[in-house]
Nanobody, 126 residues
Framework: QVQLEESGGGLVQAGGSLRLSCAAS????????LGWFRQAPGKEREFIAA????????YYADYVKGRSTISRDRTKNTVYLQMSTLKPEDTAVYYC???????????????????WGQGTQVTVSS
């Protein structure tokens, strides 16, 4: 059973930074992709970044390149999303997701992921 729990959300001023954490249940995640998505009110869920657990390869949506970094800590079974230069339009619920059997070309699609956390709210004030 894969269990994911996000933390680190909160209220931050525009231009600030935040690091989100996703703690994964205690098992090996070899072969898994772990991704971060977000959903703003009234909008569809959108891809932010993903990391392949085995080798640490990372993938980013174009709109966050240069201001977000995804990383993992194998010893803590945790994935991080470091975000900087936050904007009010970054306000959303941020979700962590995981899957192993996906087609590697579709890491950016939310329906490629079978396991999801409950989400953590990020609010960026202007």
């Amino acid at each position: 059973q894969v269990q994911l729990e996000e933390s680190g959300g909160g209220l931050v001023q525009a231009g600030g930074s935040l690091r989100l954490s996703c703690a994964a249940s205690g098992r090996t995640y070899s072969g898994y992709y772990l991704g971060w998505f977000r959903q703003a009110p009234g909008k569809e869920r959108e891809f932010i970044a993903a990391i392949r657990w085995t080798d640490g390869n990372t993938y980013y949506a174009d709109y966050v390149k240069g201001r977000s970094t995804i990383s993992r800590d194998r010893t803590k079974n945790t994935v991080y999303l470091q975000m900087s230069t936050l904007k009010p339009e970054d306000t959303a619920v941020y979700y962590c997701a995981a899957d192993r059997g996906m087609n590697r070309l579709y890491y950016y699609k939310d329906d490629s992921y079978a396991y999801w956390g409950q989400g953590t709210q990020v609010t960026v004030s202007s």
